[in-house]
């Protein structure tokens, strides 16, 4: 959390880089999804961190198009 903090306040006043609005909350899910090797979105398709990274994706999707 300490390091999303410095980010934050590193990013404050840049008004050239896109912003996303989702953020993606710690999880030992993560952790777990790591340990098999698979992407969070396959270990556990429910998991909330899950649903925040599906809403990201679209997210940066939408930049790029």
Known sequence: ???NRKVEEDLK???DIQR???PISESTEIE???F???PIS???PSHKVSKQFEI???ELLK???
């Open 1 to 3: 959390k300490t390091v």
């Open 13 to 15: 006043g840049l008004q």
């Open 20 to 22: 996303f609005f989702t």
């Open 32 to 34: 777990k999804a790591q």
């Open 36 to 38: 098999e090797h698979q």
């Open 42 to 44: 396959v270990f556990n």
């Open 56 to 58: 990201f994706s679209k």
């Open 63 to 65: 930049c790029l198009v």
